[in-house]
């Protein structure tokens, strides 16, 4: 391999490095193989740019700017359960899983109430009669190949979660995986990892929550595997709740099978800085997509959300409902692909980005794509950017609603649409108090 | 109650009404019929204080004070209510939020209690019955998906739920069905107490059949054509509008 000009300086390589003389013993081979494969290729990659087309709009420089400090032991910082509090769910009670500045903490963590039908655990002590299985599994989807981002985050694979359904299992009992970071005095960096696998017509409902416990700057680089083998089912929610101050870059690789269901959603409401992508490839025939997502921004943040449907074999259905409110100068970008290959007939496909402006300063960059390449398909979708409309707002006034309560009524009812769908109550309610902080809005709703 | 002097008002600089006077006293129904595009809507709105309608020259006071020195949610609050033409839906927001919301403005704004959400279910269930109305309505959002009929009957039920002093109703019965039209009429009539007073706005003889109008007044042009009791809402039915026409303009040529 020639190395490339002119590449840009890449502060998180000495951590790589260093990870990989001191890591110890344990890991099995497989594991060990593939981080070190991962960091081969992340002293390659360049990190991207703005004249990255998939980057055009958001750059990551304050990233790059700012010195962090990776944390190879486990220290709480002080965190006890309690600051966890606000970001529990009840729903998954004794099903947790509690990782801190990346690395997984027993004692905040509560298995008591696992079914039997998963098993779930820490990637860094992966249980022998697993190995298998997840071998088959981790870095399959996520490509470290390519990916500079992924490729760092699989070089520094060590602790994570992962969350194993055997065939034909319904796990009644959401599962809940928390990344919290805690300040230390410098500025840290986390490299999550999560992988979930549902076997042949299982079912199971995982809730992903990143946040922090106080207001620190700390970046989080997640990657996120999911694989639903023929006629699985998941459901599965991605909170991202950041501190304003922190930077969070997060990728999603789902491969489905035949038959299998994939309903998710993403919400973005925390970090300076932040993306998400999420890519969804419907491998095989018969399957279905339902891939919501929410973002609500405020103050000087940025969000990005990319995301990618990619039918490759006839009889696939997706959904996409994307939702932006955005407020003071905040910045969203969505870059939605749909691609139909050649041959995957039948394809029914809809998609929709909507964005509310709360303030003339804020702006959005919304670029739905549609690449069909195969006949016989139903294809449908649309962007739009708005602000709040004034026959709605005067008829909340004929009903004696003051103008602050009706801004902050429709602005609840506008993000209500997609956070009304999620199954869990508790996910619910987490959501409208904090879309409801974020945009300083006072309004008692049940 | 109500007391409408000259009112000049448009929109975009276009007039629409153009000297209009109404006088309506607590206890009374009046109704206002005219041809499309006559004002009446305009004039609804410019009661409930629409922020897209200019109010040029004249004036209205209600219950003795300007009504034109009010914002629209003050008007409500001191219990001036319009059931829209065209009710607005609201996504995301439900039919018990949104009522609950408005109410306790209500009664903030009187120094009243507030009620919590078991107490404001217990009267919605109460008034819910007067519009007939199933009970998914309540955590269905505002208006979303409503049939015709049913936004209208949703009108009604608000205007039960809020209990106000003045309430304009805007062709409430258009597009209605029988049953829907007994339903609404039936609400209006509870409403219709000594201390309130109405403004139907209708193109229909047959909703006064079920409430019996005081007054009768025929809007053309932006300005009160002619005013009677409720039989000249059977000679509207009968003759239609052209001899309003032909007086109107026959005075417009020198107005
Ligand atoms: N927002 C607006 N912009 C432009 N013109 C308007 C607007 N609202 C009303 N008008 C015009 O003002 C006139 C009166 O309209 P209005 O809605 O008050 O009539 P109306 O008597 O209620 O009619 P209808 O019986 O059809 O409901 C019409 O010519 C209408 O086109
Ligand atoms: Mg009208």
Known sequence: MTPIAAKEKNDFLPAVRLFAKTRGEGDPAWFAGLRQLAAARAEELELPTTRDEEWKYTNIAPILKTPFRQVFDLQLNGLREKDLTPYLIDETRGSRLVFVNGLYSPELSDASNVSAGVAIGNLGAIPETLSGQLHKHLGAYADYGKQAFTALNTAMLGDGAYVHIRAGQVIEQPIHLLFVSSAAEAATVSHPRVLLIAERGSMATVIESYFAAGENRYFTNAVTEVFAAEGASIEHYRLQEESDRAFHIGTTHVHQERESIYRSCAISIGAELSRHALNVALTDEFTETVIDGLYVVAGRQHVDNHTVLDHRKPHGTSRQLYKGILDDSARAVFNGAVFVREGALLTDSRQLNKNLLLSSESRVDTKPQLEIFADDVKCAHGATVGQLESDELFYLASRGIGAEQARALLTYGFAEDVISKIRLRSVRRQLDRMVLEKLHQNLEVN | ?255
């Not at chain 2, 919301?101 to 007067?130: S, V, W």
């Not at chain 2, 106000?164 to 597009?175: F, M, N, R, Y």
Request: proline share 4%; net charge negative.
């Open chain 2, 1 to 255: 109650m109500l007391e409408i002097r000259n009112l000049h008002a448009g929109i975009e600089g276009r007039e629409i009404l153009r000297g209009l006077d109404l006088s309506v006293k607590a206890g009374e129904i009046h109704a206002i019929m005219g041809p499309n595009g006559s004002g009446k809507s305009t004039l609804a709105k410019v009661l409930a204080g629409h922020p897209d309608y200019e109010v040029t020259q004249g004036e209205i006071l209600y219950r003795g004070s300007n009504l034109l020195e009010l914002a629209p949610d003050e008007r409500a609050r001191e219990g001036v209510f319009l059931a829209f033409q065209y009710p607005i839906e609201i996504p995301g927001v439900s039919n018990a939020n949104f009522l609950r919301m408005a109410y306790n403005e209500a009664c903030k704004h009187r120094g009243e209690e507030e009620l919590d959400p078991l107490e404001f279910d217990d009267l919605l269930r109460e008034k819910m019955k007067i519009v007939e109305m199933d009970a998914s309505f309540i955590n269905r959002s505002v208006n979303e998906g409503f049939s015709g009929g049913e936004k209208k009957r949703n009108e009604i039920l608000q205007m039960a739920v809020l209990d106000p002093h003045l309430a304009v109703l805007d062709e409430t019965d258009s597009g209605l069905d029988i049953d829907a039209m007994r339903i609404v009429a039936g609400g209006v009539n509870k409403l219709a107490t000594p201390e309130k007073a109405i403004i139907l706005v209708t193109h229909y003889q047959r909703l006064l059949n079920y409430i019996e109008p005081d007054f009768v007044h025929v809007l053309y042009q932006g300005r009160i054509a002619k005013s009677g009791g409720k039989e000249l809402a059977e000679e509207l039915e009968q003759k239609g509008y052209d001899w309003i026409r032909e007086a109107a303009n026959g005075r417009g040529v020198t107005a």
